[in-house]
Every structure is written in structure tokens, then in C-alpha cells.
């Protein structure tokens, strides 16, 4: 089994900063891939950001230049670094993990619980 555990969200008033982390563990050979997407009521569910294995990473137009999206490869963890945040970003923000398991097996899409980010005065 492959788990991702997710934490970091919480409520953070428009301009502040938050850093979202999410370690995955269990039955890991590689992980191709991180990254995370969020969900607001009645929106559909976007990518904001992830990173691959070489380090190459992408970003939704809306939140370059304030999310940096980070990877601890010792740790399995990837990390988005929320600053000047906006009431538009607040959505549900969950983690996404492409995994192989073993050399022989193919890469499965993993997702963490999601967390709540709130960005309000």
C-alpha cells in the first residue's frame, strides 16, 4: 500500500503565507511524479502545481510566481509554498503521487485526503 498524508492547511488572512506538506509512504521503488491540485465549491478541480523526478516543474498560470512547489526525495515528501495568498485560492488542496512500487510493476496515481485552505479577512 501506498498512503499520502497530507498537512499544512488552515485559515490564513489575503496576503499571508502557508506551506502545505504531503509524505508519502508504504510500498514505494519511485515516485515519477508529485504534485497538487485544489477544488472550490462549484470549480472544477485544477492543477497547481507539480514537480517530476527530475526536478522539472509546473505551475497553474494563476499562482506563478506566489507557489513554489518543492521535493524532499530522502523523505518522499513534496511541499507547496503558498505566499500572498488571495481569497480565489481558497479550494481544497489535495496530493497527487505517480508511484512505482517495485522495478516490475507500472506507475499507479496516489491521492492523499485533501486539506482546506481558507484565505479570508
Same mark, same amino acid.
Given at each position: ?11 490564513? @488572512? ?5 506551506? !502545505? ?12 511524479? %508529485?504534485?497538487?491540485?485544489? @477544488? ?39 511541499? !507547496?509554498? %503558498?505566499?500572498? !495568498? ?29 486539506? @482546506? ?5
Amino acid at each position: 500500500q501506498v498512503q499520502l498524508v497530507e498537512s499544512g492547511g488552515g485559515l490564513v @488572512q489575503p496576503g499571508g503565507s502557508l506551506r !502545505l506538506s504531503c509524505a508519502a509512504s508504504g510500498s514505494i521503488f519511485s515516485i515519477n511524479a %508529485m504534485g497538487w491540485y485544489r @477544488q472550490a465549491p462549484g470549480k472544477q478541480r485544477q492543477l497547481v502545481a507539480s514537480i517530476n523526478s527530475g526536478g522539472s516543474t509546473n505551475y497553474a498560470d494563476s499562482v506563478k510566481g506566489r507557489f513554489t512547489i518543492s521535493r524532499d526525495d530522502a523523505k518522499n515528501t513534496v511541499y !507547496l509554498q %503558498m505566499n500572498s !495568498l488571495k481569497p480565489e485560492d481558497t479550494a481544497v488542496y489535495t496530493c497527487n503521487a505517480y508511484v512505482r512500487r517495485t522495478p516490475g510493476d507500472y506507475v499507479r496515481g496516489y491521492w492523499g485526503q485533501g486539506t @482546506q485552505v481558507t484565505v479570508s479577512s
